[in-house]
């Protein structure tokens, strides 16, 4: 991987900032993040996650006159019409996801329809200051837990139960999610992307 040593992830959202590090690290690539570079909130105004990562990635972008990193990603409940989607984060009351998660458990409880199918969703958007921009997605299907489990993680992790594990996001090590959840599939597809530009 020569031609990225250094990248800037727009976030602000340590557990993300976690999983991507854990990840991009062993591959000699060093991630600078939101934290670390004082970057400016971005309101998320778009209305799919495509368009909230590339507004981040873009914001940064411009401001540090490179190419950067954003994403946007969010669990998506089939029950109650695929929400919470892109307002995930700001569904939470004051983005406290303990009680976020309670209000999902209340709402789906309150549907009575017994189906619990939910999926997380991820893109990541990697921009250049003059707009361009290349987009990579991941998803994990899975279902809504009756109750929370674990303490690992972060967000919506210790209700979201992945297909094929009867274990909460919140009960897998850090690397063991990373191989099979959203934010992991959009990173994989990324980092082809970097490997094929190494081709070049
Ligand atoms: P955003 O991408 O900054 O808009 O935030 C999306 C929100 O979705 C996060 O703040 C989390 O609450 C939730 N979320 C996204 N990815 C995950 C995950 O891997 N585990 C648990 N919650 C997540």
Redesign the pocket.
Same mark, same amino acid.
């Given at each position: 991987m020569q031609k990225y040593k250094e990248l800037i992830f727009a976030?602000h959202?340590k557990?993300?900032i976690a999983?991507i590090r854990e990840i991009l690290s062993p591959l000699g690539i060093k991630v600078l993040s939101g934290d670390d570079l004082k970057l400016p909130d971005v309101e998320?105004t778009g209305k799919t996650f495509e368009e909230?990562a590339y507004l981040k990635a873009l914001a940064a972008a411009k401001e540090q006159n490179i190419p950067c990193i954003a %994403?946007?990603?969010?669990?998506c409940v089939d029950a109650i019409g695929g929400r919470p989607g892109?307002y995930?984060?700001r569904y939470?009351p004051n983005r406290d996801?303990d009680k976020?998660m309670d209000k999902l458990l209340e709402e789906l409880a309150a549907t009575k329809s017994g189906n619990r199918s939910a999926h997380?969703s991820?893109v990541i958007v990697l921009a250049c200051p003059d707009g361009r921009y290349k987009s990579f997605e991941g998803r994990v299907d899975g279902c809504i837990a009756s109750h929370k489990q674990g303490n690992a993680?972060?967000?919506? %992790?210790p209700i979201?139960i992945p297909t094929g594990f009867n274990r909460s996001?919140a009960e897998f090590s850090g690397e063991e999610?990373n191989k099979i959840?959203?934010?992991g599939r959009a990173l994989q597809k990324f980092i082809s992307y970097l490997k094929d530009l190494d081709e070049v």
């Open positions: 976030s959202n557990g993300k999983e998320e909230n %994403d946007d990603s969010g669990l892109v995930t984060a939470a996801f976020g997380f991820c993680g972060f967000g919506y %992790d979201f996001f999610k959840s959203h934010r």
